[in-house]
């Protein structure tokens, strides 16, 4: 199972909106609504940011927003603050059973 | 609050056994899939398996022939066992829990900081 697809790095100024692609396969991302989206801050845990493609738990910002379109994913995140500067992972279950991570994107706010 | 917490060895010599532990405190163990999740370095993360207290498990199949799980619910833990390790397992290794929609496993909820784990003479 390869990995799924992430730009490397995103950048935004403060206020603005970014958007980062998840891209995969029929396998995964395409044929399965259990796509998750996570956040890893240095030195924190990975956090749950969205899960089932656009759910969020309680508790994460309305600004965390998330959809799904045939083999690709994408998160967005509105109204960009200092405190999103993170790294974040999108996964997807497979047809298989297993779960598939992206090789992760590093959000720079300017 | 659900809280995980990586211990083991942070080095590992070649061909043997690598050895981590996951204790879990604010929450219940039993009832609940539990996993394991690494990520090389400058790579990708990636799921090693999940295990049940009830005794299910299930594995990565580009891991399994190497890899056992399994959860104490008397001590909190859950445990990994990497056998026969070379420099590809030198990574970032996760504890997770997993969480359920509509009934199946879904999503990874809570997740520890991560051990970093080399494989080095």
Same mark, same amino acid.
Do not use: M
């Given at each position: ?110 | ?26 929450? !219940? ?53 990497? !056998? ?19 009934? /199946? /496993? ?16």
């Amino acid at each position: 199972q390869s990995a799924l697809t992430q730009p490397a790095s995103v950048s935004g100024s403060p206020g603005q909106s970014i958007t980062i692609s998840c891209t995969g396969t029929s396998s995964d991302v395409g044929g399965s609504n259990f796509v998750s989206w996570y956040q890893r801050q240095p030195d924190k845990a990975p956090k749950l940011i969205l899960h089932d493609v656009s759910y969020r738990p309680s508790g994460v910002s309305t600004r965390f927003s998330a959809s799904k379109s045939g083999n690709s994913a994408s998160l967005t995140i509105s109204g960009l603050r200092a405190e999103d500067e993170a790294d974040y992972y999108c996964s997807s279950k497979t047809s298989s059973g297993a779960w598939v991570f992206g090789g992760g994107t590093k959000l720079t706010v300017l | 609050q659900v809280q995980l917490q990586e211990s083991g060895p942070g080095l590992v010599k070649p061909s043997e056994t690598l050895s981590l532990t996951c204790t879990v405190s604010g929450g !219940s163990i039993g009832g609940y899939y539990w996993s394991w999740i690494r990520q090389p370095p400058g790579k990708a993360l990636e799921w090693i398996a999940y295990v049940h207290d009830g005794g299910s498990t299930f594995y990565n199949p580009s891991l399994k022939s190497r890899v056992t799980i399994s959860v104490d619910t008397s001590k909190r833990q859950l445990s990994l066992g990497v !056998s026969s390790v070379t420099a590809a397992d030198t990574a970032v290794y996760y504890c997770a829990r997993l969480g359920y929609s509509s009934g /199946l /496993l879904s999503f990874f909820d809570y997740w520890g900081q991560g051990i970093l784990v080399t494989v080095s003479p």
